[in-house]
């Protein structure tokens, strides 16, 4: 059996000949409708390409786009929302004298940022105009509704956007949210000039253009453009239903407003969910072919000389445009990713030039596909030798620690238990205890490292049952006064009488307490005092309020001390041994049982961390039964 390789081939011009010779005898119109079958498949195939490439550009472009609206969003709300916070009083935009903010709000497309409530109220006069900055826009024309505002609020680091909607000025817009704190946001509006613009400038042959419209379907960008401005709805298209279910590539329909089929291609821009839809009238795709069929009919009635003339030298011209392309077909195959169609021979049929185009394109993203392809399989090869180097060292670590800390608490429990013989002094029994809770505290700690490092810490459940707040109080304010014992405090813990049970995690409560009466012994010089109170309000929450009066945190202190390994900069901070895990760790832990935690503290005078038990997980029938 022979190869293809081996097999001698024979040239087009020679099939083309032959063929001519068997098929002199058919109707002329079957030969003329050969020739315009095959014109037009090219033809179909070279604009299918063409609209494919065009909406991949454009939705790159607009991608590229958006994440620039994005990043600068980010970057003036987060100005805004600092000076907010250094001057909730005065008149503070109007103090910043930001014109480069406002101009860079401008180069994107923005008309103005605000910062504003769960009412969709401008906080004060925060609002930054990219032209005025006293200008404040009518609250009545914002596109915002309760749900995105809950969207924004459950991700703080995400950015909501709307679809299009009327702006303040009744132009279309598009609005962008993203919390900053309780119940407060910043707001912008974004004009809809630039996906104009880009839409603009592709427009092709007599029908061809292209549409951009949002998520809901309605137009963002349209050669009409009053279209544009009643934002008109196009969801019921075929293409534009497609690409609202996230999907890409190209269709034929009918379209209601022309009254003809259509052909197009679509696609999703990944970081907004817009649609990008390049449709041309079916009919117009088929000129072409109409054309060649015309030029076959009359050719062919002139001689079967003058046809075979003709079918030979187009058949070298074919010939003669196809070779660039096969010879650069069989350069890439070789590995050279490089290998382009630089020159075309003169005389070929557009077509071929559409081919040698579309190979060119094709040739270029197969070489980004490859290079990117290797880059990132680099990648996942570093990533997955990080993975298993971390894995190994969380091994270790495990082993490592948990090892001795095994033999400290069971040799402290040994010891505790007198099971090898009477202490007489009573106070080293006390101190073999200490040392048992210690280690087991400790151990508790390491198995919270891991986790945290796993990332598994949200995904452990909660082990609730009802527990004595009070006797777990006292438990962990002994503990943390026998690991301070040099430190000369003043400790005091006050319990509220007929205090409930609490429906909560023992051991990550103690955790809590641990931590909170830890941070209050070390950052409390000697001489100092620390208050622990436990008390039942009037809501019937339960409240549990660590005070000190040590070194105190300013509020950017607070707020690194709330990430996870985060100390602050305070020398004095940094003067004393610590992780950094206490307080992330204890938010955290609040943040899973639904709880509340509050800070109250100034540098130098001290702190006070107010833990607030929600009324649905107290005991409150206890209180009930025990007034009765």
Known sequence: MYSIAKVKAVSLRVYMLIGLVLASWLPLGVFAYWAYSTVAEREVAAVREQHVTLARQLTLSLDRYARDVEST?????????????????????RQFGYAPLRELLWNVGFRRLCIIDRDVTVVADRCLSSRDVTAVMPMASYA???????????????????????????????????????????LGELGT???????????????????????????????????????????????????????????????????????????????????????????????????????????????????????????????????????????????????RISTL??????????????????????????????????????????????SELMAHVSHEFRTPLNAIIGFSEVMSREMFGAIENRRYIEYATTIRQSGEHLLDLVNDVLEISRSDLEKKPLELEWIDLAALTREAVALVSAAHERNSHVRHLAVAPNLPRVHVDE??????LINLLDNA???????????????????????????????????????????????????????????????????????????????????????????????SMVDNGQVRAAAD
């Open 73 to 93: 969003f980010r970057i003036v709300g987060q100005q805004m929302t600092i000076a907010l916070a250094q001057d909730a009083e005065g008149p503070v935009l």
């Open 144 to 186: 915002v509704t309760t749900e995105l505002l809950d969207k924004a609020e459950n991700d703080a680091s995400m950015v909501a956007w709307t679809g299009v909607a009327a702006g303040t000025d009744g132009m279309p817009a598009l609005f962008l949210v993203q919390a900053i704190g309780h119940e407060r946001y910043v």
């Open 193 to 339: 000039g630039y996906i104009i613009e880009a839409q603009n400038r592709i427009q092709f042959r007599k029908t061809g253009h292209a549409a951009v419209v949002d998520r809901s379907g309605r137009l963002l960008a349209h050669p009409k453009p009053e279209w544009v401005a009643e934002r008109k709805d196009i969801s019921v298209l075929k293409p534009i239903k497609a690409m609202m279910a996230g999907e890409s590539g190209t269709i034929e329909f009918f379209s209601p407003a022309t009254k003809q089929d259509m052909m197009a291609a679509y696609t999703v821009v990944p970081s907004t969910g817009w649609g990008v839809m390049v449709p041309q009238v079916a009919a117009e795709v088929q000129e072409g072919a109409q054309g060649v069929l015309s030029v076959g009919i009359i050719l062919g009635l002139a001689t079967m000389a003058a046809t075979g003339a003709l079918i030979w030298w187009a058949s070298r011209r074919i010939e003669a445009g196809v070779q660039p392309i096969i010879q650069a077909a069989q350069r890439i195959s070789k590995g050279n990713l490089s290998a």
């Open 345 to 390: 021979p003169g005389f070929i049929p557009a077509e071929q030039r559409h081919i040698a185009r579309a190979f060119n394109r094709m040739a270029t993203r197969l070489e980004r596909a490859i290079t990117r392809q290797v880059m990132m399989h680099e990648e996942a090869q570093q990533a997955e030798a990080h993975d298993r180097a971390k």
């Open 507 to 512: 051991r990550l409560f103690r955790q809590i």
């Open 521 to 615: 012994e070390k950052y409390t010089p000697d001489g100092g005092r620390v208050d622990v109170d436990l008390a039942l309000t009037v809501e019937g929450t339960v409240t549990i309020s660590v005070a000190d009066n040590g070194i105190g945190m300013s509020p950017e202190g607070l707020e690194s001390a709330m990430v996870p390994f985060g100390r602050g900069t305070d020398p004095m901070v940094r003067q004393r041994v610590g992780t950094g895990l206490g307080l992330s760790v204890v938010g955290s832990i609040i943040e899973r049982h639904g709880a509340e935690m509050r800070f109250d503290s100034a540098k130098g005078e001290g702190t006070t961390v107010t833990v607030t038990v929600p009324a």
